[in-house]
Structure formats: structure tokens, C-alpha cells
């Protein structure tokens, strides 16, 4: 019997929960990173590297501890870097996100190349507690002003959203996904990438993970583009604002437009989650 204070780390409880992120990774194509704020556990890293991307951090010391200890892709946050801190986090770091403006101001020239990217506070979150509200009034985590952000785009390829705040519901998070997409849909489309934190609860037992599909499908008009749409039945039949639908749009084609190889474009359509409540809007890249 071990007479010291001790953490016992149950791993079959935690393979359950790793299995559920590699599934989400693998339909999804999403990263999953682990937040070594709310688990730095190193004794078990080697048991959930293979399931993960790599870690996302909060401070230098776990910048360090996820480049040494976990590998894979290493995000780099603080909400308040040191001058005597930066340098070294860029050196364990594969990007470095800037709590505001004006730490980027401050910091963004010593980045050493990084991807950078920077926190938006959209001002709504899930959170329970206001004391840990990411996004409470006159709260300092993020930038709101969509103005300020655009001003700063080309020197930044990416953004953090951090407010989900173990958030079990699914259509909740989907509500608020289309309210960051109405506020701040014209500079996301300049992003390479985006980092949702925060406590997506999708582990939870009943969380639906894997919708059957997407019905009542609208797809947006594209000038200069013909929109074919395919009309079938679903596999089942689904209750949709109060009505049962039993078919819909199955397959939708953009034809006639010109895009060259070396350039990309984007195809929009809307739909909801057979299964759940939740509305979804797709952005197909070609």
C-alpha cells in the first residue's frame, strides 16, 4: 500500500474517452489537442499520444511540457507573456496565439516565423460560473471589435475561441457557432485554421458525436454558378420544426463556373443535423 498522497488515473475510463476523440478526428478531419491546463498528467502521455494531435497551453512551463513530453503540434497562449518568456515559448512552439492586439503588438516580431493566430471573445459562453466566464462583461480575454481584428489580419493565419466551458449540449454549441459566424464570418473565411477550446463536453455519455446525416438542405446561390439539386428520400423519417419530413435534398452540384487550379473557392449550404435540433451551415472548399 502506498502511504504517500497519490493520483490514481483509472486508464480504461480514460481509453473510452480517447476512443471517442480518435472517432470525432477521424470523421471530422478535426484536431484534437489536449489542455495541459486541465491535465498534465506526463505519466500517461505515451498511453494518449497515439489518439491525439498534440497540446495546447496556458504558460511557458506547459508550452515546455507539451513540446518535451507530448510532441506532436504544440500551441503556445498566455494570456500574459513575459518579456524574459516569449523567446523560449516560440522555441518549443508550432504556433503561438496572442491574447490580444496588443500583446501582438508587443510580441508578434518575436515569434521566429510561427503560424500566429489570435483569441476572439465573441461574447457569449456557457459558463456556469461567472467568476470563470471567458466571455463576462469588460472581461480582457480576447478581442471583441471586429474593426481592430480586420486591421491585423496579415499578421495572423489563424484565431482561438474559448468558450464552451464543458459544454454538454449539443445544439447549444451549434447555436453559438452560427452567432460567431454572423459577427465574425468575413474574417474567418481569411483563416487557416481554428482553435474551438474551452470544454466541448463530447466525451459525455449521450453526447451525440455522429449525426445520420444533414436534411432540409438549402444551398447558397453562387454567381456565375448553375446549382443542381438531387431530391430523394431519407433513410428515415425525421420531425423537423414541429413537421415530419421524410425527404429532401440528398445532393447538390455546382457546375458552369471557372477556377483554376492554383485557386480556391467556397460552397455554401445550410442544413440540419437529422437527429438533433441543431442548424449547421457547411463551406465546401474546392
Same mark, same amino acid.
Given at each position: 500500500?502506498?502511504?504517500?498522497?497519490?493520483?490514481?488515473? $483509472?486508464?480504461?475510463?480514460?481509453?473510452?474517452?480517447?476512443?471517442?476523440? !480518435?472517432?470525432?478526428?477521424?470523421?471530422?478531419?478535426?484536431?484534437?489537442?489536449?489542455?495541459?491546463?486541465?491535465?498534465?498528467?506526463?505519466?500517461?502521455?505515451?498511453?494518449?499520444?497515439?489518439?491525439?494531435?498534440?497540446?495546447?497551453?496556458?504558460?511557458?512551463?506547459?508550452?515546455?511540457?507539451?513540446?518535451?513530453?507530448?510532441?506532436?503540434?504544440?500551441?503556445? /497562449? &498566455?494570456?500574459?507573456?513575459?518579456?524574459?518568456?516569449?523567446?523560449?515559448?516560440?522555441?518549443?512552439?508550432?504556433?503561438?496565439? @496572442?491574447?490580444?492586439?496588443?500583446?501582438?503588438?508587443?510580441?508578434?516580431?518575436?515569434?521566429?516565423?510561427?503560424?500566429?493566430?489570435?483569441?476572439?471573445?465573441?461574447? %457569449?459562453?456557457?459558463?456556469?460560473?461567472?467568476?470563470?466566464?471567458?466571455?463576462?462583461?469588460? &472581461?480582457?480575454?480576447?478581442?471583441? *471589435?471586429?474593426?481592430? %481584428?480586420?486591421?491585423?489580419? *496579415?499578421?495572423?493565419?489563424?484565431?482561438?475561441?474559448?468558450?464552451?466551458?464543458?459544454?454538454? $449540449?449539443?445544439?447549444?454549441?451549434?447555436?453559438?457557432?452560427?452567432?460567431?459566424?454572423?459577427? /465574425?464570418?468575413?474574417?474567418?473565411?481569411?483563416?487557416?485554421?481554428?482553435?474551438?477550446?474551452?470544454?466541448?463536453?463530447?466525451?459525455? *455519455?449521450?453526447?451525440?458525436?455522429?449525426?445520420?446525416?444533414?436534411?432540409?438542405?438549402?444551398?447558397?446561390?453562387?454567381?456565375?454558378?448553375? %446549382?443542381?439539386? =438531387? =431530391?430523394?428520400?431519407? !433513410?428515415?423519417? /425525421?420531425?423537423?420544426?414541429?413537421?415530419? =419530413?421524410?425527404?429532401?435534398?440528398?445532393?447538390?452540384?455546382? &457546375?458552369?463556373?471557372?477556377?483554376? *487550379?492554383?485557386? /480556391?473557392?467556397?460552397? =455554401? @449550404?445550410?442544413?440540419?443535423? &437529422?437527429?438533433?435540433?441543431?442548424?449547421?451551415?457547411?463551406?465546401?472548399?474546392?
Amino acid at each position: 500500500m502506498m502511504k504517500t498522497p497519490h493520483y490514481l488515473i $483509472d486508464k480504461s475510463k480514460l481509453l473510452r474517452n480517447l476512443e471517442r476523440i !480518435e472517432h470525432l478526428r477521424e470523421k471530422s478531419g478535426a484536431k484534437a489537442l489536449l489542455a495541459l491546463k486541465c491535465f498534465a498528467a506526463w505519466s500517461v502521455f505515451d498511453f494518449m499520444r497515439p489518439h491525439m494531435d498534440g497540446t495546447t497551453s496556458s504558460s511557458l512551463n506547459e508550452v515546455r511540457l507539451g513540446s518535451t513530453r507530448f510532441g506532436g503540434e504544440t500551441h503556445a /497562449y &498566455s494570456v500574459a507573456w513575459a518579456d524574459h518568456e516569449i523567446d523560449e515559448a516560440a522555441g518549443f512552439a508550432d504556433k503561438m496565439i @496572442f491574447n490580444s492586439i496588443g500583446q501582438l503588438d508587443r510580441f508578434g516580431a518575436r515569434a521566429g516565423g510561427l503560424a500566429c493566430g489570435l483569441r476572439l471573445n465573441p461574447g %457569449i459562453s456557457v459558463s456556469h460560473f461567472d467568476l470563470a466566464d471567458p466571455a463576462r462583461p469588460f &472581461s480582457r480575454l480576447g478581442e471583441t *471589435d471586429p474593426g481592430r %481584428i480586420e486591421a491585423v489580419l *496579415d499578421r495572423i493565419n489563424g484565431f482561438m475561441i474559448h468558450n464552451n466551458c464543458e459544454n454538454g $449540449d449539443f445544439a447549444l454549441f451549434s447555436e453559438m457557432l452560427d452567432q460567431i459566424e454572423e459577427k /465574425y464570418g468575413e474574417l474567418l473565411r481569411y483563416a487557416d485554421w481554428i482553435s474551438l477550446g474551452g470544454g466541448i463536453h463530447f466525451t459525455a *455519455d449521450g453526447y451525440p458525436i455522429e449525426a445520420e446525416g444533414v436534411v432540409s438542405v438549402k444551398p447558397m446561390p453562387k454567381p456565375g454558378w448553375t %446549382i443542381d439539386k =438531387v =431530391v430523394a428520400p431519407y !433513410e428515415a423519417e /425525421y420531425e423537423l420544426h414541429g413537421r415530419k =419530413v421524410a425527404e429532401g435534398v440528398t445532393e447538390i452540384t455546382w &457546375s458552369g463556373g471557372s477556377l483554376a *487550379d492554383d485557386e /480556391y473557392d467556397e460552397f =455554401v @449550404f445550410r442544413g440540419t443535423a &437529422s437527429g438533433h435540433r441543431a442548424l449547421c451551415a457547411h463551406r465546401l472548399h474546392s
